[in-house]
């Protein structure tokens, strides 16, 4: 497989836009019956903005097409929750926040704040 100047550049838009989503590149741990040697990339959160449960799970893995593909995508679907003002990246922000927070923390704040008692 031969790549040239175009490709080279093409791949880092790719890698920037999933950047500015929040994600990273990675490599594919499964490449899915793939038997045509085509390299699959995957997609991981960038940041700890997920649980530790879930930090290295493959949000997304497919070639390079596939994965621009994807990333518009997102891109757009955030842009129309935006023009609807059912989110922003305000609330992103904060839920990923959330997210990150421990989960006896995020106990410990629901209390104080509600006044309740969260079993389990």
């Not at 085509?38 to 493959?58: Q, T, V």
Request: hydrophobic fraction near 30%; aromatic fraction near 12%.
């Amino acid at each position: 497989m031969a790549l040239g100047w175009d490709d080279v550049q093409r791949m880092k838009r790719v890698e920037a836009k999933a950047e500015e989503l929040g994600f990273k590149f990675s490599s594919a741990n499964y490449n899915y019956g793939n038997s045509n040697n085509i390299s699959y990339i995957s997609l991981k959160p960038k940041e700890d903005c997920l649980p530790h449960y879930s930090r290295d799970a493959d949000i997304f893995i497919g070639t390079l097409e596939e994965i621009s593909s994807w990333l518009t995508g997102v891109e757009w679907a955030r842009g129309y929750e935006e023009l609807l003002k059912l989110s922003s990246n305000k609330k992103r922000s904060e839920k990923e926040q959330a997210g990150s927070l421990d989960i006896n923390e995020w106990r410990r704040q629901q209390e104080e704040e509600f006044d309740i008692e969260i079993p389990f």
